[in-house]
């Protein structure tokens, strides 16, 4: 069974419109954050320590993106990424946002590339990041 990661969200003031919903290009930052935290709180590896310590980084290189139904001011959202497909440098994953009640609000398909920040090429996963991402990868 594959594990799912899973974060709460707080749609805030920053992120809305004069139309008190999420101007979608805030879903974007929001989608990023999924991914950091998944980094720091499901791989074991915080982006500080992979940016600034190591020297790579995980930049998205393509997403699709669904915008379901509106989200506003003050609503409470539950994120939930787990790995689609696992390449040697490459990882697709698939982030939904719901609703407390479960109702879908976003569904989001990325493909991040591992890569070094000072050459800015893409490079093989590490086997122990490798590892702990697999725990992700949708059966």
Same mark, same amino acid.
């Given at each position: 069974m594959s594990l799912i990661f899973s974060t709460p969200?707080?749609?805030?003031?920053?992120?809305?419109?004069?139309?008190?919903?999420?101007?979608?290009p805030r879903y974007f930052e929001l989608?990023?954050?999924?991914?950091?935290?998944?980094?720091?709180?499901?791989?074991?590896?915080?982006?500080?320590?992979?940016?600034?310590v190591q020297g790579i980084g995980l930049p998205t290189v393509h997403i699709e993106t669904d915008?379901?139904?509106?989200?506003?001011m003050g609503d409470e959202l539950i994120a939930e990424l787990r790995? /689609?497909?696992l390449?040697?440098?490459?990882?697709?994953?698939?982030?939904?946002?719901k609703d407390k009640e479960?109702? /879908?609000?976003?569904k989001a398909q990325l493909v991040l590339v /591992?890569?070094?920040?000072?050459e800015q090429r893409a490079i093989a996963l590490p086997e122990?990041?490798?590892?702990?991402m697999q725990g992700y990868l949708a059966n």
């Open positions: 969200i707080s749609i805030r003031f920053a992120h809305c419109d004069p139309a008190g919903i999420v101007f979608y989608i990023n954050g999924v991914v950091e935290d998944w980094c720091a709180e499901g791989l074991g590896m915080s982006f500080h320590e992979m940016h600034m915008f379901v139904k509106t989200s506003r790995v /689609l497909k390449g040697r440098a490459s990882l697709t994953v698939e982030i939904i946002m479960g109702q /879908l609000r976003l /591992l890569a070094k920040v000072d122990n990041l490798r590892e702990k």
